[in-house]
């Protein structure tokens, strides 16, 4: 079912009015994980001004660590509910297990599934029982046959609103905290008619090269990027070393805007 074979249009997913998937670009951002109410909406409204499409933020943490942060829960969705209505911007948010269906598809606009659940099958069956548009991600060592596979699990059920996401995989190489495959997205675009988005910041690990790749996603075919951008990366309680502060952000929206003749 996801592939162009037997769908050879463009599948497109729309959010509120944004169209996914043609021709339109979509700019997801904000901090990998909600932290405050005042931090979200801060965050939220720069991001905003500076030509973000959606506002993500993870109230739900899948930490290596037991130990780290794992997020705010129930009250990080609050949070990001009151900064969409402040901003309109559609929400954006993962989901970490089946019985959390229900609450994240009442809250939020768009639910990701992140990299280490992109084979928990049992979730993206119940996801594929709904109509909510997914964010799903590339497993940390999936190739892009698995990762159809997982996509085909939630259209399989009914759920034709996919968005995929390039988010780089684990290779020989150290100096990135992971390998963004870029290659994939053309691969994606021809074997499968679903919208492909890219995050550079998991797909390096490094704030300074979230400007080069995510021009170079752009340039590859993406039908958007997700950025984590935080106010004080230093302070961040996740993947601050990876996260843009919103400055850097408006200068990444304008090189971008050149590059796509986007507004
Ligand atoms: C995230 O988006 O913050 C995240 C945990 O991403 P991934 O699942 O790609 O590691
Ligand atoms: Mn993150």
Known sequence: KANRMFKPESTVVE???RK???????VITGPCSVESEEQILTIAEE????GATFLRGGAYKPRTSPYSFQGLGLEGLEYLKHAREKTGLPIVSEIMSPDMVEKFVEDVDIIQV???NMQNFVLLKELGKTRKPILLKRGLAATIEEWLM???????EGNPNVILCERGIRTFETYTRNTLDLSAVVAVKKLSHLPV????????????????????????GADGLIIEVHNNPKKALCDGQQSITPNEFS???EKLRKLLEIE
């Open 114 to 116: 992140g990299a280490r």
């Open 251 to 253: 200068r990444l929206m």
């Open 20 to 26: 996914i998937g043609e021709g339109y670009f979509c």
């Open 47 to 50: 991001v905003k001004k500076n």
């Open 150 to 156: 997982s996509a085909e699990y939630i259209l399989n």
């Open 197 to 220: 988005i890219v995050d550079p910041s998991h797909g390096t690990g490094k704030a300074w090269m979230v400007e080069a790749m995510s021009k170079a996603a752009a340039v590859a």
């Open 15 to 17: 959010v509120n009015g």
